[in-house]
């Protein structure tokens, strides 16, 4: 079947059959692009810096749709109040986020057993790639710029240490540091003191910037164009399919012509009978022959039988013979 395959005319088939299969495979490719799409497009509206206090109470729980949204508050940082939080990625280096607690000035109070006069949101100052080049943050009343994230997920577990937190976690630092906070966290982006700005990002040294963009929405599969992409794969292996089984049926044409040449050459070699003595010859009378058959060495006229021999010598009791 290689010869057959081999043969120029199947050699360009092959070549139709591989060209048709790759465009099949692009639109499958393109198809399966087309299956996951966002729900909603980027809202713009996250990107307008608005005011804390205006987009998230304290006490209370965290709406999806303040998440990511730009914030500015104005109020101070407590140096005792900071910790490190470890497994932070940094253009793919681990590091360390230093997160501080901020006062918010003009924040609401809350009521209550354990609430402080004040209330309190963390904040996510930069990112270091040692402890040692923690420092502490800045001093004075400050105007914060950052993007609005709800709070993380404590790691069961695990006890990070003094000075450390195991995630960004408002339950965990709120115990650490006793203190009314918000329901989330703020990834700073500016910090100014007075019209100077001392955060990360101006400052540069080893206290590197959080440069948290808008999360991307949440996708949907869409189920039918997931279909046409399997189904373009098929067709791509329906192609090459198509290509093997024409081969293969020009293979078997070959083996039958070859079978009926061998069969034409073996009836020439054959001589033929004569059909006028195939019926001069009676079977049935070369039957009696062939079971009447002489014994070898015998003359071809029998030997006449005994009693005939013996009549026609002469009887003693004859009168003829007597007298």
Known sequence: MLKTALKPRWIAGLVFAIAISGVFVLLSQWQFGRSTQPEAPVSTTTEETRQLTSVLQPGGFFPGSVADQMVSATGSYDPQKQVLVPGRLNDGAKGYWIVSAFAVKDAPVLKGGGATPQTWIPVARGWIADPSDAVAPPSGTIALTGRLLPSESPLANTDPGPGRASAVSVAELINDWNVSSYP????????????????????????????????PPAQQVNWLNLFYSVEWVVFAGFALFIWWRLVKDDYRRDLEDALDAESAAESAAQPDKDPVAQLDSDPAEESVKERAGQVPGTSEHPQPPAAEAHRTAPNPTDPRVQS
Do not use: M, N, Y
């Open 184 to 215: 989330g966290f703020v990834a700073a982006k500016t910090e100014l003191s007075g019209s100077t700005d001392v955060g990360a990002l101006a400052t540069g040294g080893d206290v590197k910037p959080l440069l948290i963009g808008p999360q």
